[in-house]
């Protein structure tokens, strides 16, 4: 078996593994086989690299793993054309929401699967990835594509992808929506609307890039709240009989709940 890495679909998050991988030499871009039906920058970007587009297909003999980048409406079509060239030993590593390995294995030919859950920052090397595989093998080709980019967290039973999904693949969005709240209370108290955007935006990142190494939570706020001072005036407000935690444990419920509907 060779190196050769298969990737179909550079849209949103096969644009941004692409780039991971260039970016932290994950996958020699050599070793790249792209699939896309038109023509994208990041994948041209690989080319001049070395990496291969839409080559004859038989250039898949001996991929050791196969990325499916594209919907989950698509993939069964994508699937097809490719599966009598592929190599019978590659991986397929699905980084599909929803769709489960069994399915997954039996629309490419038994082949082995990984379930991988990335978010868009695996483009700067910045990204979480939840995996699941029951196969081992599989599971080591998952995490040699992902942990240059992403921290992982590698899940104990497939069940668990919902959740995942719901607290890394949605957060992003959830942390969004707390810094409109932020920016809107900010415009309440008086600073114009602009500031409060601006405030809100810059505190976002400047609190991210706060998150370093293994600090605990309770530590991470107890740095910015002092007993008996302005942070935690306002922190015993926002959860006050647990009114921050309730709906937030809600919007996972949710989100679990669509993904799990969604996978039925
Ligand atoms: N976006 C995210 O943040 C995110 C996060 C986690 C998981 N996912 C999963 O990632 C997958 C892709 O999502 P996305 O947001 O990146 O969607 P997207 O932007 O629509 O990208 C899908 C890509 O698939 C390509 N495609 C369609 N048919 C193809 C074929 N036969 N061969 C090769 N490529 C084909 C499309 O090419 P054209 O552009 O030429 O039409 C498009 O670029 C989905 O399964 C989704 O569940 C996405």
Redesign the pocket.
């Known amino acids: 078996m060779s190196n050769a890495v298969v990737l179909?679909?550079?849209?949103?998050?096969?644009?941004?593994i692409l780039e991971g991988w260039l970016l932290t030499g994950a996958v020699d871009p050599k070793d790249l086989i792209i699939?896309?039906?038109?023509e994208?920058p990041v994948a041209e970007k690989a080319r001049a690299l070395g990496a291969q587009i839409n080559p004859a297909l038989d250039a898949l003999a001996h991929a050791k793993a196969f990325v499916?980048?594209?919907?989950?409406a698509?993939?069964v079509?994508?699937a097809q054309?490719i599966l009598q060239h592929l190599n019978p030993e590659a991986v397929i590593v699905?980084?599909?929401?929803?769709?489960p390995e069994v399915t997954i294995s039996a629309g490419f030919g038994g082949r082995r699967v990984v379930r991988v859950?990335?978010?868009?920052g695996v483009a700067q090397g910045k990204g979480v990835a939840s995996l699941w595989s029951s196969d081992q093998a599989a599971m080591n080709i998952g995490l040699s594509l992902f942990e240059p980019i992403a921290e992982t967290a590698v899940l104990t039973s497939e069940d668990l992808m919902h959740a995942a999904?719901a607290v890394s693949?949605c957060g992003p969005a959830y942390y969004f929506a707390f810094t409109r709240a932020l920016a809107q209370a900010g415009v309440a108290e008086g600073l114009p609307e602009d500031v409060a955007v601006k405030l809100a935006r810059a505190t976002l990142r400047s609190a991210a890039a706060g998150v370093v190494g293994d600090e605990s939570l309770d530590a991470l706020i107890d740095r910015v709240a002092s007993p008996g001072g302005v942070t935690q005036a306002g922190l015993v407000v926002l959860n006050e009989n647990g009114a921050l935690d309730r709906p937030v444990k809600g919007a996972v419920k949710a989100a679990v709940d669509k993904s799990t509907e969604l996978s039925a």
């Not at 499916?68 to 989950?72: A, L, R, S, T, Y």
């Open positions: 179909q679909g550079v849209g949103r998050l096969g644009s941004a699939l896309t039906p038109s994208k499916i980048g594209v919907k989950p698509k993939w079509e994508a054309p699905s980084v599909m929401a929803g769709v859950m990335p978010t868009t999904t693949g």
